[in-house]
């Protein structure tokens, strides 16, 4: 492990995208996502994606020089299609368009077709949580978990990104509807570890805390069992039915070449004014008071402090912006090749 | 037990609400939803709930005679006090409004303060799927859950309902924040059963399938862990800041006397019309293919298929209409006494 200061790495990032064809300027932006997800502790989506991106683009399944295009508008929702560019800068750019939206009617909403991974979701809860508005995104996936009660993987893991703006104490939740992601199980694993809680089944059928079974039985357990199925299952139509654009079924049926991890997903943006609606002076009441009450429980026998979603982002922030980012050394240095 | 049937079950709620002071048409239109609850399997928050409601007009929780009030609204959004009127009535209410809205501008939403509990939840994305309408609405609720990492209940259950229209196929989600809820762990203690997962911790601070160990701990588990609990914090938020309404921490921090369930909650209604978007072919396409695709999964060891949200309530309605809604024999005679 190695350490790297978050300006560094965004150069370095910069550096490997403008030599696969982006633009500085996108290259500047796309780095700054990249980096900011490894400064937050979101490794699996940082860096450690990037030399994937390049794979994707020496492939052809980012291209470089997509951007979203405008199919339909009314004035309130916007509807774009994502043309396969990267889809971290699609996802940024369809959160702005949200909140220039929302400046006008409280609220707005975009949503795309035909994007591509957008990488670390929670970056677009940040952007909208910074800029004082309420963000909620999800996108949907090509399928990768089982429903419950099933064995095969039909559904996508769709993560959902709700944020709540609060000056230095925004409150952003990012999460999978799998209880587990790969990245954690392999994780685990490397460290010969066990999960906390069941992850998966196992061949066999039982649920099982061990990284290894799961990622060889492909099992992984929907969050909350039925219910992060359920909800999977509908986020997945939801976006697809707005954003007219590809359903997880349609992924799934895609010719194989083109089968890869985020191609053509669908995803929606909503950003909502909360200090238009009620002032600055009730948004901050109410998430202080409740933030406050929400400490007041005493932690229970294994843990030792109560967090809210964004808490510990932040507190990982602070440290790697001090210490460095810690980096896998051979993933720097595959990097420092690319 | 025994059977009742729908029609029974209607009138026989029709006569206790306008006995208790309802108009005779919104006596019919709650005994209609709580019949439907029924009918649909929510028994507990169908007739079974009846009593309650009885005792809470009784005690000035719930005002017959209030109904939501607009307070403001920019042609898209709409906000309404509820007056503590009954919650069904009220959230009805706002879900059609959030559809009309919707009709103009694709998109509706409208929020709701100081109003009462909405019963099953699930009948509002009923509501819009049924009327050809994406629907997604939730409510917060007084702390009943403890947060993930904590022993004291400081959330809310706020139960999140997401629905998609499809003809007799509309896929309707209904799910509180946590993995049970404390009816599930009644009933299953009465049938002296465990529940097939950890639903909670018990006095000791182990996880526990054994329900009378939670309901003694009143430890109840968020679903999918620290998932559900951030969710159910930010649902609260979100509801409180766009309503202007009670947080659960301020539902927490009223007075005794009317620190009651449902007293004075937040809810958010959102409609948005599929089939104005992109057309009914389209639609009835994406869905159709999702659950053809879902289905094509191979049933896990210990089930016999593998159904999607709404897919069992609608088999357990029309089993309930041919056979009558079974009803707890003792509950029944109270209903008839009330």
Redesign the interface.
């Known amino acids: 492990m190695v350490r790297v200061s978050f300006e560094e790495m965004k150069t370095e990032i910069t550096r490997v995208l403008i030599k696969n064809g982006f633009t500085e300027e996108k290259a500047k932006k796309s780095a700054t996502l990249f980096a900011t997800a490894s400064l937050d502790g979101v490794y699996s989506h940082g860096l450690n994606r990037v030399p994937r991106l390049v794979e994707y683009i020496n492939q052809g399944w980012v291209d470089v020089h997509g951007e979203p295009t405008l199919i339909d508008s009314?004035g309130?929702?916007e509807?774009y299609d994502g043309n396969f560019g990267p889809g971290d800068l699609n996802a940024t750019y369809c959160m702005d368009r949200a909140m220039e939206l929302a400046k006008d009617?409280?609220?707005g909403?975009v949503t795309i077709n035909q994007t591509s991974h957008w990488m670390r979701g929670g970056n677009y809860g940040w952007q909208a949580a910074d800029a004082g508005y309420?963000g909620?995104c999800w996108t949907n996936t090509e399928s990768s978990m089982?429903?419950?009660?099933?064995?095969?993987?039909?559904?996508g893991n769709n993560p959902l990104v709700?944020?709540?703006p609060n000056k230095d104490n925004s409150?952003v939740?990012d999460?999978a509807m799998s209880?587990f992601s790969y990245g954690k199980l392999q994780t685990t694993r490397l460290n010969e570890g066990k999960l906390p809680?069941d992850g998966g089944?196992n061949e066999q059928?039982e649920?099982t805390r061990n990284p290894e079974e799961i990622e060889q039985s492909r099992?992984i357990l929907p969050?909350?069992?039925w219910?992060?199925s359920?909800?999977a299952?509908?986020?997945?139509?939801?976006a697809?039915?707005?954003s007219?654009g590809n359903?997880?079924?349609?992924l799934?049926?895609m010719k194989p070449e083109t089968h890869v991890s985020g191609y053509g997903v669908s995803q929606v943006f909503i950003a909502?004014n909360?200090n238009a609606?009620?002032g600055e002076a009730?948004?901050k009441e109410?998430?202080e008071?409740?933030i406050?009450?929400?400490k007041?429980?005493?932690?229970?026998?294994?843990?030792s402090?109560?967090?809210?979603?964004g808490e510990n982002t932040r507190k990982r922030r602070e440290e790697n912006l001090e210490k460095g980012i810690p980096v896998d050394t051979a993933i720097w240095e595959q990097v420092l090749q690319l």
Chains 1, 2 share one sequence.
């Open positions: 009314n309130l929702i509807r009617n409280l609220l909403m309420i909620i089982p429903a419950w009660g099933a064995m095969d993987a039909k559904l709700l944020a709540v409150i939740l999460m209880q809680i089944f059928g649920l099992r969050m909350g069992y219910k992060g359920g909800m299952l509908l986020l997945d139509l939801i697809t039915l707005l007219q359903s997880t079924t349609a799934d049926q909502m909360p609606l009620s009730f948004t109410v998430v008071n409740t406050a009450h929400f007041q429980a005493r932690p229970s026998e294994d843990s402090d109560i967090s809210y979603p």
